[in-house]
């Protein structure tokens, strides 16, 4: 009965070990199953890929980088075209060791109707013609896109200009380079009290009445000037030229903005919404040239000014002349009995060069100079710099839109400004004029 139930045992043990290796059997079967169906799911998505791949290749076998991107924000513009452009290329360049230029060449030979390749960065190019680039006039192309002449810009498309850009030159600003303090309009003006009268003092004897004074006061009022600037750009000529043309137009429009709220300052008379000018502001000291310019005469006149100030209790603390530069060379030219430069006229031909003459900012008589064009030759300022206020309204707004000319595929540049010049105490200024010969 015992060798019975040990058999029975044993025979079910071998099922049992029959049925769990059965089952691990079926298991790694099933596994395997899944993890060859997965491979097969890989293997073929790899086709997939490689089929789309091609397909991808062949649809865009001549492209280069950026090549037909639909670019509509100035900013996504600036982006592409040509910065990116060309670095792509010149890393290309880099690495096979090979030129920039015969990175283009190649773009040009794969996709000859890629306007963008052609322009871009044909001034960065200059050998583009002699290294393999097809010869039929990249500047044709640029007037075929609507570039237009030389004189609106065409020229920063021609392969075979130079990558310099010369700037225009113009005057330059005086008052806000010799430090004149600003301030910030709040809505459309800046008020400040002024002191116009003091207290007045009497001497008393025994039991006399003292007379009543009273201060009075005014205040300075300044009122915002507003100014501006409109510059519309083909969108053709700002993607496909290589010196950041639009950059340019807006530093253009700085520069001018700058220059208009000098002359304005110096001279403006208040016609069309300009603002009064030192020149023009009633009450200031005002003298003539006297007689024949010599040396003694130059150095009377200038002293003058200074004179003319301190005999009007202004302040002589931070003096400037300003003055055209024609005076300020015939100034740095005037010579003694002797033939030998006079000694204020040696200190300005020693200065270092530090504006737009070799002598901005040099000693002169009590003061410094500083020149600019956009006062006339005739007269000459002497002021206090810190009796003066510019007042911004908004500083100088720089902005480029795309949506308001987009039926003429153009971008408007707007720069605005509105500011005034406020005098603390025009006893503070003084003007020389009728100068000639000197």
Not at 249 to 273: C, K, P, R
Not at 401 to 414: A, C, M
Request: glycine share 8%.
């Amino acid at each position: 009965m015992e060798d019975e139930k040990k058999s029975t045992v044993t025979v079910s043990e071998d099922v049992l070990d029959s049925l769990i290796k059965d089952k691990i059997k079926q298991g790694v079967m099933d596994e395997k199953a899944k993890y060859e169906k997965e491979k097969a799911q890989l293997e073929e998505d790899k086709v997939k890929l490689e089929v789309e791949k091609a397909a991808i290749t062949k649809e865009h076998k001549n492209d280069n980088p950026f090549t037909d991107r639909v670019v509509t924000d100035i900013n996504d513009r600036r982006k592409f075209y040509p910065a990116a452009r060309f670095a792509i290329a010149k890393a290309i360049a880099d690495e096979q060791k090979i030129h920039v230029v015969d990175v283009f060449a190649k773009w040009e030979k794969e996709n000859p109707n890629d306007v963008a390749n052609q322009f871009a960065l044909a001034s960065q190019c200059r050998a583009m013609e002699s290294r393999g680039i097809p010869s039929n006039s990249l500047v044709d192309r640029a007037k075929a896109v609507g570039i237009g002449s030389i004189t609106t810009g065409g020229g920063f498309l021609d392969s075979s200009v130079d990558d310099e850009f010369i700037e225009l030159l113009t005057a330059q600003s005086v008052l806000r380079r010799i430090g004149t303090p600003v301030k910030q309009m709040i809505n459309g003006q800046l008020k400040m009290n002024r002191g116009l009268t003091a207290s007045s003092i009497v001497w008393l004897g025994s039991n006399t009445t003292i007379t009543e004074s009273s201060p009075t006061y005014d205040q300075l009022v300044m009122t915002a000037h507003k100014f501006g600037a409109l510059v519309y750009l083909d969108n053709d000529w700002l993607r496909f030229n290589a010196f950041g043309a639009e950059a340019e137009v807006q530093s253009q429009l700085i520069e001018a903005a700058a220059l208009a709220e000098d002359t304005a300052f110096l001279s403006g008379n208040a016609a069309a919404n300009q603002p009064i000018g030192m020149t023009n502001t009633n009450g200031i000291n005002t003298a003539t040239m006297t007689g024949t310019p010599t040396a003694i005469t130059k150095t009377q006149d200038l002293l003058g000014l200074g004179k003319l100030i301190a005999e009007d209790n202004g302040r002589v603390n931070n003096m400037w002349y300003i003055m055209n530069p024609t005076h300020a060379y015939e100034l740095a030219a005037t010579m003694d009995s002797t033939g030998q430069p006079v000694s204020w006229a040696t200190t300005l031909l020693s200065s270092p060069n530090r504006g737009q003459t070799p002598f901005d900012a040099a000693p002169l008589l009590g003061g410094r100079l500083a020149t600019t064009t956009n006062l006339a030759t005739g007269t000459i300022i002497l002021v206090d710099i810190a009796s003066l206020v510019i007042a911004e309204g908004y500083g100088l707004l720089v902005e480029s839109d795309t949506s308001n000319r987009f039926e003429n595929d153009q971008t408007t540049v707007r720069a605005i400004g509105a500011v005034d010049l406020g005098v603390r105490h025009v006893t503070d200024i003084a003007t020389l004029t009728g100068i000639s010969g000197w």
